[in-house]
C-alpha cells in the first residue's frame, strides 16, 4: 500500500473508535477532558487529550475508563485557543 492509502485506512480506523467512544460517552452521566501540552520531535506543540467517563454496560457493573483522543498540534495556549481546540476534536 502506498502511504497515502496507508494514511487514510489509518484515519478511518480513528474516526470510527472516535465515533464509539462518544457514542459511549453520550450514555454516560458524566465525563471529564483530561489534557497536557506537550513537543514532539520536531519542536511542534501539541495537546495530548483523553476522556473520562464511567461506562455502563447492559446489565453489568459500571467501568471507569479512560480513552486516549488524540494529539492535536496547537500554536497557541491561551485558553481560549485550547477551548476552541478542544471543541473542534470532539
Do not use: H, W
Request: aromatic share 4%.
Amino acid at each position: 500500500m502506498s502511504p497515502i492509502i496507508q494514511n487514510e485506512v489509518i484515519q478511518t480506523c480513528s474516526d470510527i473508535v472516535t465515533e464509539k467512544v462518544i457514542d459511549r460517552i453520550s450514555n454516560a452521566e458524566c465525563f471529564s477532558l483530561l489534557g497536557d501540552e506537550t513537543m514532539d520531535v520536531s519542536g511542534t506543540e501539541q495537546l495530548s487529550l483523553c476522556i473520562r467517563y464511567i461506562d455502563i454496560p447492559d446489565l453489568q457493573a459500571p467501568v471507569l475508563r479512560e480513552d486516549f483522543v488524540g494529539f492535536i498540534p496547537i500554536n497557541d495556549q491561551s485558553s481560549e485557543n485550547l477551548a476552541n481546540v478542544i471543541s473542534a476534536a470532539m
